[in-house]
């Protein structure tokens, strides 16, 4: 049971933070609406910790290993983890002026991102720097790529 939750945990907690901070980056550099990024958060977070419950839920029926009861564990656990941990990014984008809410934004996510990771790496005996610098890295990525995807979107089709 705790390997299920721990299952939900993870993946909730890693799609919370990069999918929500690339819808953020790509909306703000597409339209720098204060009001498009929260309802992209807003709709994130709820529509996508419902499909990645469900992803996790068949994956887990399709090994065809666990329990029923393993298998909801992990599904509200996801659930419950990309929910909550999508709405924190809400906070900075309500308390400061938009530029500073993205930058504390992805300041908040690399830092979840960094500790849960390292706090990955040592409980399964792994060096933490190469863990951590590949998912940082990973999530780098997912920020810079979806900064300029907003900026071509804003280009073509703004009128």
Do not use: C
């Not at 029926?61 to 298998?71: A, G, L």
């Amino acid at each position: 049971m705790k390997e299920s939750i721990t299952t939900g945990i993870s993946f909730g907690l890693t799609s919370g933070v990069i999918t929500t901070l690339g819808l953020m980056v790509g909306l703000h550099s597409g339209t720098h609406s204060r009001l498009a990024i929260m309802g992209g958060i807003l709709t994130i977070a709820i529509a996508d910790a419902f499909s990645d419950a469900l992803g996790i839920h068949i994956a887990e029926e399709n090994e065809n290993v666990h329990t029923n009861k393993q298998i909801w564990a992990a599904t509200i656990a996801t659930f419950l983890t990309k929910l909550l941990f999508a709405l924190t990014f809400l906070v900075p984008v309500i308390l400061f002026e938009l530029r500073t809410a993205m930058i504390v934004s992805v300041v908040w996510g690399f830092s979840v991102m960094a500790l849960f990771s390292y706090r990955m790496a040592v409980s399964q005996g792994q060096k933490p720097a190469g863990i951590v610098g590949e998912h940082l890295f990973i999530a780098f990525l997912v920020v810079v790529t979806t900064h300029y995807v907003g900026d071509i979107v804003a280009r073509v089709f703004a009128a």
